[in-house]
């Protein structure tokens, strides 16, 4: 079983930065592409971005596109998500997710994804 286990988050004012990670237990952390999903109240959960197992890779949905960084250090079993520039829309729980199989047209697709962290709290002040 693999464990993910995020956080970072926090309230923030808009034009804010904060950079969430994302552990991981698994000893087979590298073989595994990581995506971030977010979700609003009332809303359905929503990708965010993707990274391929060795970072050469990269995805981001159209809103979060330019101020956001997805990044990963194997060695760590860690994988981050630096967002800048946040705006009241951004608030969210947020999901890191790890995915065994996968190709580059699934990774937005958070049915591709095996294993799923709790989330962490992400607010942005007006």
């Known amino acids: 079983q693999v464990q993910l286990v995020e956080s970072g988050g926090g309230l923030v004012q808009a034009g804010d930065s904060l950079r969430l990670s994302c552990a991981s237990s698994?000893?087979?952390?590298?073989?595994?592409?990581m995506g971030w999903f977010r979700q609003a109240p009332g809303k359905e959960r929503e990708f965010v971005a993707a990274?391929?197992?060795?970072?050469?890779?990269?995805a981001y949905a159209g809103s979060t596109k330019g101020r956001c960084t997805i990044s990963r250090d194997n060695a760590k079993n860690t994988v981050y998500l630096q967002m800048n520039s946040l705006k009241p829309e951004d608030t969210a729980v947020y999901y890191c997710?790890?995915?065994?199989?996968?190709?580059?047209?699934?990774?937005?697709?958070?049915?591709?994804?095996?294993?799923w962290g709790q989330g962490t709290q992400v607010t942005v002040s007006s």
């Open positions: 997710a790890a995915a065994a199989s996968y190709s580059a047209r699934t990774l937005v697709d958070r049915y591709a994804y095996d294993y």
């Open positions: 990274i391929t197992w060795s970072g050469g890779s990269t």
């Open positions: 698994a000893r087979t952390f590298s073989v595994f592409a």
